[in-house]
């Protein structure tokens, strides 16, 4: 079992770590607790030190072992930093390579897998700085647990919660113990929407935010595949570490996937690619008059079945946008597409699909059995569903 350094800054949400720091022990762990000076103030050194059996750490010049640099020791001796609350100051601070405090100054000197699960007002989250920070250290490698939207404690509602505990205990497990389930495999994902061009400046698009798709490139890369994402246009970072190919329309999604397609030992359809595109776009705007304006759709290719039937070798998995739970449309789907396997998301439920954070997949298999993932976050769903595929050659 693992020994895990939990970072905890002082959010309101503090009190949650001692629940996490007791979960992780129970699922075998060794954990070693250090707190910001903010922390101590919700939550006491003395509380982890009880929960824990070992000596927590806050002031950097206290040291529990005379002569030694705790922070050195924990830093070289731990399998996992997790920072679960991490406040904005925390992880603005470590993102900018500071190290004041026990807890930042410990990041600094580890090198191990960095795991940060945020908890702050919303507009601290979605403030650029934080934002920025956030996709610095991404881009560093470290995995976020994106905090969860809801009532936060000063009343307002929007993305800040931590997120729960169990993600945060899954997402751990798969950290640790999961990175090189697929090493050596490289996974081509397609992710987003894509934009059809009416004219010189609208198109024809749908929901899709790349969310899951993202979550999905990280997952690979936790479980040590190379990853290629093509994705539509998202507001998102690309991940850290793979190759990101952007496009826009579906046309340009086929040419790039059937470019890549060689490097690839699986291919996961996620995109939700527009079945039809303007026949006929305008190259400029199309101007305003009082007359009806028809406009002609034609289809696009499907992209996936294409890739399946041009590459029978690899492993092509599909995704079903399905306003249902029953598995007999995307069943359906799966055989017509010629894919080995296909991941039903019920898409009636606002919670999940489009645009959430959290997901709920069915997986069918090519033999008819079906697998359900639960609800969780899209990257504690995409280690599911990745775990399922490799559980079920
Ligand atoms: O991006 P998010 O906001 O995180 O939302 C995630 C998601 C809901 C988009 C994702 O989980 C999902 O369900 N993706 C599939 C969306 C979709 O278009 O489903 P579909 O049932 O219409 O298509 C079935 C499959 O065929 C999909 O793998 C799709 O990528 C593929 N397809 C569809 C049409 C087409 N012309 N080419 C394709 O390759």
Known sequence: MSKIVLGVSGSISAYRACDLARDLMRAGHTVRVCLTDSAA????????????????????????????M???????EADLILIAPATANTLNKIAQGIGDDMLTTLVLAAQVPLLIAPAMNPAMYTHPETQASIHKLQSQGAFFIEPTEGDVASGETGQGKLAPNADIIAITESVLSRRLTLNGKTILITSGPTQEPIDSVRFLTNRSSGKMGLAMARAAQLMGAKVILITGPTSLPDPANATTIHVRTAEQMLAAAQEQAPKANWIIGLAAVSDYRPANPS??????SEADLTLTLTPNPDIIATLAKENPTKRVIAFA?????????????????????????????????FQSDENELTLILANGETHQSGRKSKLGCALWLLDQLSENP
């Open 41 to 68: 103030k919700f939550v006491t050194p003395v509380l982890f030190e009880t929960l824990t059996g070992n000596a927590c750490l806050t002031d950097t010049f206290v040291e529990p072992t005379r002569g030694r």
């Open 70 to 76: 705790a922070h050195i020791d924990w830093a070289r």
């Open 283 to 288: 190259p400029t705007k199309i101007r305003r």
């Open 321 to 353: 946008a399905e306003p249902t739970q029953d598995t007999e449309f995307a069943t359906e789907k799966m055989h017509r597409k010629g894919v080995s396997a296909i991941a039903l998301n019920d898409i009636s439920n606002s919670q999940i699909g």
